[in-house]
């Protein structure tokens, strides 16, 4: 594992109910997406991530994409704030903290590693829930990787896609 990124949506797609992706989870992929945090050397998220998402905590180095100045996850001592591309924060950051790094942005965040190659893997859980807000495309998102597997725990569907 090298830049994996990792999405929740729920099976209509919704990414968040009110502004906030534990909405859309479950317990089996909230258990399974704590566990990969602690197997990389760095996480990276977006400003609006950082706003809507608790990131007080992380179990390792986090950084934060915007053009803010003030850092939203003040209380995080291992979060540092950068204004720079997506692309350009995982190349430093797998200069600074190693090559284990995981996306854990929103769409645009993740499309845009995608289109640029970054992107190693995705590892997208689908849960039960509908009904919630900001509706993508996952098909369309796996069919952007040639190889896919999935499996099935407790109703939520994981998948894991590679090039």
């Known amino acids: 594992m090298s830049i994996v990124a990792t999405l ?3 099976a ?3 990414t968040s109910q009110e502004s906030r992706s534990a909405g859309v989870s479950s317990p089996a992929d909230r258990q399974i997406f704590l566990q990969r945090r602690r197997e990389v050397d760095c ?6 991530t950082a706003r809507h998402e608790p990131y007080n905590r992380t179990p390792v ?5 915007s053009r803010s100045l003030v850092n939203p996850v003040q209380g995080n001592h291992l979060a540092l704030l950068w204004n720079c591309s997506a ?3 995982v190349a430093k950051a797998r200069t600074l903290f190693g090559e284990k790094i995981l996306i854990e942005g929103g769409i645009t965040m993740i499309n845009e590693l995608i289109e640029h190659g970054v992107i190693e893997q995705l590892e997208l859980s689908v849960t039960p829930f509908t009904g919630g807000d900001e509706r993508i495309d996952w098909k369309a998102l796996l069919a952007k990787f040639t190889h896919c597997q999935s499996r099935e725990v407790e109703g939520t569907t994981f998948y894991s896609a590679h090039n």
């Open 8 to 10: 929740v949506v729920g």
């Open 43 to 48: 996480i990276i998220i977006g400003g609006n």
């Open 61 to 65: 180095q986090l950084v934060v994409i």
């Open 12 to 14: 209509d797609g919704s």
């Open 87 to 89: 692309v350009e924060a």
